[in-house]
Structure formats: structure tokens, C-alpha cells
């Protein structure tokens, strides 16, 4: 089946704007998560949705980070007011339930001039 | 808390050859899992392998392998007959009963030919 996707790929912006990033999870999954990458670095958990529990929000860095999970399905991960800081890869992933494997999306690269 | 630990930024093994990847980490959990993830130049993640704690046999996945210490918190993964494509970015990670997965910092292989 498929595997969870992200869009978009590649992402350029000016500093100051907004940005929403998507995440389609594996079909089925109930957990999704959000991480983030820099640059040659490990991965920085975000946040975490599992079902239609409230979600786990204790890794976003700032109030300028938010996520929402709609559904049950697809979740957007938007940006406030982004900073050249921001700049990563920005990581999704899926599991059936609680501590299952996490299985990620190709990611999308946030550039922030 | 969790914290995972990988103590050799760079490696790298000629073709055909075993090397050994080292991770450590630390926790207070009972019930916790532990993975390798591989991150070729794609940026995709894709699992390796996963240890479950309370199995005291180590998990195999074909060519790779892991050394399971439980007492000193040591989880290396060991690859045989090391291919070209296993070149990538390896990164060791911990699941707790949080559902927090901590990732280490990650170990670039190289596999020359």
C-alpha cells in the first residue's frame, strides 16, 4: 500500500510569511507525528496525534508552531511569521497505535530567506 | 527522560566487509523499543530494525544485526557483507511508553568500493 507522503517536497520563503506543510499518513495508522531535522543533525520531535486524543504538543519550539489532524487523517503543520531558523526538514510519520513503528514520509525542506 | 547516545559522527567500510555501529542510551522505562533508521541522500527514513526491551534475543534482519546489552544500555547494529547502498546516515532511537521516540545524532556510513 502506500506510504505516507508530505507536500511539498521543497519549500522557499520569505522570512515573515507563513507556511503550511501536509502529511497523508499510512491508511489505518491512528498515531502521526511531526519531527524536525537541521542540517546534519538528528531528529527533533514536534508533536504527536494519537486518534482523537489531544495531541502531545510539548516539543513544538514556539506559539508560532501549530498542527492540526483532520479526521482522523491528514495533518498540517503550519509556520507563523517563519524565521531563518526555521529552515530544516520538516519529518512526518505514522504507526498503528502506541508504540508501534514509525514509519516516515520523504519530508518536505523549508528554506527561509 | 529519554536520551540516546551515538559516539561515531563518520564510518566507513569497504564492500563486502562487517562493521559495527554504536549507540547507547538511557531511561527509566520498563517497557520501552529501540530502532535503527537509515537515511540515504533521499532523506527518506526507512526502519532497519527493532528491538523489542523485554526480548532478550537479538533481533536480525538479513545482513544486519544488533547487540542487544540491556544491562549497559548498548543497542550497536552490526552490518555483514556491506553493500553500496548502505551508504547513508544512521540513526539509533528509543520508544518509550510516552510514545516520545528520542533519536540520536546519527552516524554517516560510507561503503567504499
Known amino acids: 500500500g502506500a506510504g505516507v507522503s508530505q507536500s511539498p517536497s521543497n519549500k522557499v520563503t520569505e522570512k515573515g510569511k507563513d507556511v503550511e506543510l501536509r502529511c497523508d499518513p499510512i491508511?489505518?495508522?491512528?498515531?502521526l507525528y511531526w519531527y524536525r531535522q537541521s542540517l546534519g543533525q538528528g531528529l527533533e520531535f514536534l508533536i504527536y496525534f494519537q486518534g482523537n486524543s489531544a495531541p502531545d504538543k510539548s516539543g513544538l519550539p514556539s506559539d508560532r508552531f501549530s498542527a492540526e489532524r483532520t479526521g482522523g487523517s491528514v495533518s498540517t503543520l503550519t509556520i507563523q511569521r517563519t524565521q531563518q531558523e526555521d529552515s530544516a526538514v520538516y519529518l512526518c510519520?505514522?504507526?498503528?497505535?502506541?508504540?508501534?513503528?514509525?514509519?516516515f514520509g520523504p519530508g518536505t525542506r523549508l528554506l527561509v530567506l | 527522560a529519554q536520551t540516546v547516545t551515538q559516539s561515531q559522527p563518520e564510518m566507513s567500510v569497504q564492500e563486502a566487509e562487517t562493521v559495527t555501529l554504536s549507540c547507547t542510551y538511557d531511561t527509566s522505562e520498563n517497557n520501552y523499543y529501540l530502532f535503527w533508521y537509515k537515511q540515504p541522500p533521499s532523506r527518506q527514513m526507512i526502519l532497519v530494525i527493532r528491538q523489542e526491551a523485554y526480548k532478550q534475543q537479538n533481533a536480525t534482519e538479513n545482513r544486519f544485526s544488533v547487540n542487544f546489552q540491556k544491562a549497559a544500555k548498548s543497542f550497536s547494529l552490526k552490518i555483514s557483507d556491506s553493500q553500496l547502498g548502505d551508504t547513508a546516515m544512521y540513526f539509533c532511537a528509543s520508544l518509550g511508553n510516552n510514545n516520545d521516540m528520542r533519536f540520536g545524532a546519527g552516524t554517516r556510513l560510507t561503503v567504499k568500493p
Open positions: 510519520a505514522s504507526s498503528g497505535g502506541k508504540q508501534e513503528t514509525q514509519y
Open positions: 491508511s489505518g495508522h491512528t498515531a
